[in-house]
């Protein structure tokens, strides 16, 4: 992996890789998946790569393994990064989908995953639900996410928060669906929709909860919060794990603000997914004061990004993914 400057900066890049699994009933191979996604990962030139959607398969333990992920890495750099991934808290190793994983050139000094550690699921009874129920039930978060502190070296730690929030498509509703896609009523489909809403928005805010922890160990902490937000940094998700200085109205605050570095780049070239035509930047990576001091630059490898509403079966059929790399330069700090 070549680099412009490998003694005075390092970069970190999010890939949402789109279901990477190792067999596929139908669509391409992971031979062709592998052909389509390592000149993308080898483009990025990541020292820390945050990875979203890497399935795990049997591994004849009981356990699952990231196979496929194992063989795109195989005979890049990224094969001897150090690789820290979500686990399965009932079975232990990978989860079956959706995995975070983070490969880092720095050393892993601390590490964990987040889910309803910070905030309680919310409880919520269905009112649409057929038949109807009389008990809440709790909405709880798709998936944790991924906290790892990197050794930069000079007794400088970096914070990277690896995530990837619900998607804003209904949640299942009790009785509400003709199939998986059909639903049977607007109310239904409306409070499915209300239901992701708050598994996103409540993500998000433990994802902040987490932020601030870190701020108040360290006030000058190095944080990047990196990943698949599927949301625009206008939207809620976004601006709660920020904390935007107009929102806040508290100049006391402010060193605690995080900023969605992409807004450097051009708005031409601002977007890392193509919705029904529509460009979106809904893979960020936010940064705190102290990282934005070292920031150079950030780039979106959104070339020839196709659009991911051409296939109605689009996981299944697609060798690369719907989502472009997005990757950020910084200055190493200096030793304190």
Not at 86 to 110: C, E, Q, W, Y
Not at 196 to 205: H, I, N
Not at 286 to 292: C, F, T
Not at 302 to 328: C, I, M, R, T, W
Request: aromatic share 6%; proline share 7%; net charge negative.
């Amino acid at each position: 992996m070549s680099r412009s400057d490998p003694l005075k900066t390092f970069r970190i890049a999010s890939y949402n890789l789109e279901n990477l699994r190792a067999s596929r009933k139908k669509g391409p191979l992971l031979e062709d998946r592998i052909q389509a996604l390592r000149p993308q990962l080898l483009k990025t030139r990541a020292d820390v790569l945050c990875l979203q959607e890497i399935d795990g398969q049997p591994d004849g333990t009981g356990k699952r393994s990231l196979q496929a992920l194992d063989a795109l890495l195989e005979g890049t750099p990224f094969e001897g990064f150090e690789r820290t991934t979500t686990i399965s808290k009932s079975r232990g190793g990978a989860r079956d989908k959706h995995n975070l994983v983070t490969v880092s050139r720095f050393p892993v000094v601390d590490q964990t995953q987040v889910r309803h550690d910070l905030i309680d699921a919310p409880l919520h009874r269905q009112i649409t639900a057929v038949p109807a129920l009389s008990e809440p039930q709790k909405i709880d978060w798709d998936r944790p996410f991924l906290h790892l502190a990197l050794d930069l070296g000079g007794d400088r730690t970096l914070n990277i928060i690896n995530l990837h929030l619900r998607a804003p498509r209904a949640a299942y509703v009790e009785g509400q669906k003709e199939d998986a896609e059909v639903w049977k009523s607007v109310p239904g489909w409306a409070e499915g929709f209300f239901i992701a809403a708050v598994k996103r928005a409540g993500q998000a805010l433990e994802v902040r909860l987490f932020v601030d922890s870190l701020f108040d160990a360290d006030k000058d902490a190095l944080i990047a919060v990196v990943g698949d937000f599927n949301a625009d940094d206008f939207e809620t998700p976004v601006r709660t794990i920020c904390g935007d200085a107009d929102d806040i109205c508290n100049p006391a605050l402010v060193p605690r603000v995080l900023v969605p570095l992409e807004n450097s780049v051009d708005a031409s070239r601002r977007y890392s997914v193509i919705h029904g035509g529509h460009p979106r930047m809904l893979d960020h990576l936010l940064a705190s004061p102290a990282l934005r001091e070292l920031y150079r630059e950030t780039e979106v490898f959104n070339e020839g990004l196709l659009d991911e509403l051409y296939s109605s079966d689009k996981d299944e059929d697609l060798p690369g993914s719907f989502h472009a790399p997005v990757v950020s330069e910084f200055n190493l700090p200096v030793p304190k």
